[in-house]
């Protein structure tokens, strides 16, 4: 990627730079159904939701799923979003600002709690791999916090220091996971949570991707 200038972007990926909103509801409804829940919407969805991700079903359902009832919901939700995800795009303007960053001189990867063995094809189907350092996803069981997969994630990159390092995510947990390691966090509206519980966090909110770049660039200056 040619001479860094230090500043480095962990991106989320999805609800940030891959907009997959209307699949990732109608994988929850789907994990919903088999269960015989009733379904919920986005609006529902983005004030609710958490990790680890059974905590989340605990607040719909009023108690933590049992073993076999979380295995079926998060089998169900993995088999419709795989399914789904074809029809989703990535989020309006992040190619420009992908390719804005990395001909700064600056560096970028992505981290995702997504399966790594998909993230990867995924990332290289939109034509966008090569402004990464390194595109890591999710490896071992799914639905808990990211902030583990974060310090391995920054102990593979080579040059990267975490006090110059701006994880931009959807997610509370993507603050967490960031000061975890002692890098800093934006946090984008626009995916799985609402304003109001992402700024419970106490780190910059954004409503889009192009205010989530300018405040890493000055969070890492």
């Not at 029809?87 to 990395?102: H, M, P, Q, S, V």
């Not at 063995?117 to 069981?141: S, Y």
Request: include cysteine; glycine fraction near 12%.
């Amino acid at each position: 990627m040619g001479k860094l200038t230090g500043a480095h972007i962990v991106w989320d990926w999805n609800g940030t730079l891959f907009h997959d909103n209307d699949a990732i509801i109608g994988a929850t409804n789907a994990a919903f159904a088999e269960l015989g829940l009733e379904p919920i919407t986005m609006e529902q969805y983005r004030a609710l939701y958490c990790v680890p991700v059974p905590k989340f079903y605990e607040r719909l359902m009023g108690r933590l799923p049992t073993d076999a009832e979380w295995e079926v919901m998060d089998e169900t939700f993995h088999r419709y979003y795989a399914e789904h995800r074809i029809g989703c795009g990535l989020t309006e303007g992040a190619t420009d600002l992908l390719a804005g960053w990395r001909s700064a001189g600056r560096s970028q990867s992505i981290l995702s709690m997504y399966v790594h063995d998909e993230l990867v094809p995924l990332v290289r189907g939109f034509g966008i791999e090569a402004h990464f350092l390194r595109v890591d996803g999710r490896t071992g069981p799914s639905g808990g916090s990211k902030a583990e997969h974060m310090v391995r994630h920054l102990g593979a990159l080579v040059g990267v220091d975490p006090a110059r390092t701006v994880v931009i995510g959807d997610a509370a947990d993507d603050a967490v996971a960031a000061l975890h390691v002692g890098a800093r966090a934006v946090l984008y509206t626009g995916g799985s949570h609402g304003r109001a519980s992402l700024e419970e966090v106490g780190v910059p909110v954004v409503d889009t991707l192009g205010e989530a770049v300018v405040e890493a660039e000055r969070l890492a200056a």
